[in-house]
């Protein structure tokens, strides 16, 4: 394995990696972004206010994004193993 494998293994790990994470954040950034401005719009500084939408709003994007999103995995791990042979040797 050459380092110029590694690198590009270690690259498509996280380009998979923030495809997979990028809606769930994004996500819950937003609702967070909405919560806080509500929030100051009407003074109340309750730190808990945000956790529930913010779940709410992850399990949504998890039941509708969620199939697309573990197909992207599969895809990944099985294109990885159908190249160990060409990386090792």
């Known amino acids: 394995m050459t380092p110029e494998t590694i690198s590009m293994l270690a690259q498509n790990a996280v380009l998979v990696s923030l495809k997979l994470m990028g809606p769930i954040l994004i996500s819950s950034l937003i609702v967070g972004l909405l919560i806080s401005m509500f929030q100051a719009a009407t003074s ?3 730190q808990t206010l945000t956790f529930i939408p913010k779940l709410a709003t992850i399990i949504i994007v998890l039941m509708i994004a969620g199939p697309g999103m573990l ?3 599969i895809d990944y791990f099985q294109d990885l193993m159908r190249e160990i042979p060409t990386l090792i040797g």
Do not use: F, P, S
């Open 44 to 46: 109340i500084q309750e």
């Open 71 to 73: 197909q992207m995995l």
